[in-house]
């Protein structure tokens, strides 16, 4: 039988875990190019007032459906609402967690193989040339599928151990080590020649670049940098005590979210400029322009090594919650013990991720509607489930979530301002579900 439900134990716990599932990736390798493309300190204005209209009120319709109903996506739903109709978004999420499992681990086994190369100095010796072709080489090879299996079985691992011992613990741990290697990265980056220029390259607002495309791009970073819709805050919410504070949990979430994406920029962009690299998005950024960047620096194999580790914890804390989300129901609708759910969360994502490791190389050729598996992965769940589950989300939370229990998990054990409780509930109701329906729409290039 799935063994009673455990609870995060401190405070600290609950922004660790928290704030470990927003950051991720994204943060450091696609909001600064974002930012800076998009008119820079206006789609920044534009990011921080979409992440509280927006991201907030989200975070707390999670937190309020996970513990309210004390259980997995799923049986939230199902548990919440009279009837069975909505139970579906559960499923839609916990297929969306294991897709997004399979595919971000694949990145994550790159970042490890890079931090391997910065270790041993192998990094140092490419070429500058060959920056492109050995990215390639690697990445079109077999080594991905190995560096992919034992980064999943790293996160198996860690969670073995339970909510408490595993998930709390390890994030209590490498949530302020990412901080601490953010701000020795800044100090490093502000004493840098080219710091002013990216800065102005970040910061610098440029309202004639701001059109709905900057609009749609500065909604989009919002929701999606705060891992929302897929169910990971409302299953960590199913652990919290009646005593956490939940607006001002999500509140703390989406400025320490914030702050991760801004030092990132803070950190690439006068490396970028300094040594006359153009700014890039993605994995071209992290695997190609950097490493370059780092070569050309002084103690260049240390400050690498210390970035892809940066990327590795991030990485990390991210994948963790999204396994969280399948174990929780496996547990709890199979009624298996959290070993057995455990691996058998690691073993399906094992042979989704083979498959999308491959995707670049040995199955390159094989095509799903015209997408590899990584890339029809990535498009389903970004595009699709992510943005249809937030808006979903918001929808059930706003319109048809009992009165009694929207209030009594807002408030928990204390109180709340009746401003704040009408503030989220129209951003619920009608911010929220127009913003993401935006999102959505321009996902599936309908606008």
């Not at 990094?123 to 999943?152: C, N, Q, Y």
């Not at 073995?160 to 209590?172: D, H, M, P, T, W």
């Amino acid at each position: 039988m799935a063994e009673s439900r455990a609870q995060f134990v401190t405070r600290l716990g609950v922004i660790a875990t928290t704030v470990g599932s927003a950051v991720g990736l994204g943060n450091i390798w696609r909001f600064p190019y974002e930012a800076g493309v998009h008119g820079g300190g206006a789609f920044l204005l534009f990011y921080i007032v979409f992440i509280f209209l927006i991201g907030v009120p989200v975070i707390c319709a999670e937190f309020i459906m996970g513990r309210g109903a004390r259980s997995n996506i799923f049986g939230a739903f199902r548990k919440l609402h009279s009837t069975r109709q909505w139970a579906w978004i559960g499923y839609m999420g916990i297929l969306s967690s294991i897709l997004i499992l399979s595919f971000y681990s694949v990145v994550a086994g790159w970042t490890v193989e890079y931090f391997v190369q910065s270790v041993t100095g192998a990094i140092d010796t490419i070429a500058e040339g060959e920056r492109h072709s050995s990215f390639d080489t690697f990445s079109t090879g077999l080594k991905p599928v190995m560096w992919t299996l034992i980064f999943l079985l790293a996160n198996a691992v860690i969670l073995l151990r339970g909510v408490q011992s595993g998930i709390e613990k390890v994030s209590n741990i490498l949530m302020p080590v990412l901080f601490l290697i953010l701000i020795v990265f800044c100090i490093n980056s502000l004493l840098m020649p080219g710091v002013g220029e990216g800065m102005r390259f970040l910061f610098s607002p440029d309202f004639s670049k701001v059109d709905s495309s900057v609009l749609i791009g500065a909604l989009g970073q919002a929701f999606f940098s705060l891992s929302l819709g897929l169910g990971t805050m409302m299953t960590y919410a199913s652990y919290f005590s009646d005593r956490t504070p939940l607006v001002k949990s999500a509140s703390i979430i989406a400025v320490l979210d914030t702050v991760v994406a801004v030092l990132a920029g803070i950190i690439i962009f006068p490396a970028v400029f300094t040594y006359g690299s153009e700014p890039a998005a993605g994995p071209k950024l992290v695997f190609e322009v950097l490493p370059a960047i780092f070569h050309q620096m002084p103690g260049g194999v240390f400050w690498s090594a210390l970035f892809f580790f940066l990327l590795m914890v991030a990485s990390l804390t991210s994948t963790i919650s999204m396994s969280e989300i399948c174990i929780a129901f496996f547990t709890e609708q199979f009624g298996i013990g959290r070993r057995k759910a455990t691996l058998l969360n690691a073993g399906i994502a094992m042979v989704l991720g083979t498959l999308c490791a491959l995707s670049f190389g040995p199955l390159s050729n094989v095509s799903i509607f015209g997408q590899s598996f990584f890339g029809l992965f990535d498009y389903v769940t970004s595009n699709i489930f992510l943005p249809l589950g937030g808006m979903l989300i918001s929808i059930f939370v706003g319109w048809f979530l009992d009165r009694r229990v929207f209030r009594e998990q807002l408030r928990g054990t204390g109180s709340i301002k009746g401003w704040i409780y009408k503030v989220i509930v129209i951003c619920l109701r009608y911010v929220a579900p127009t913003g993401i329906a935006l999102v959505f729409l321009s996902g599936l290039d309908i606008i």
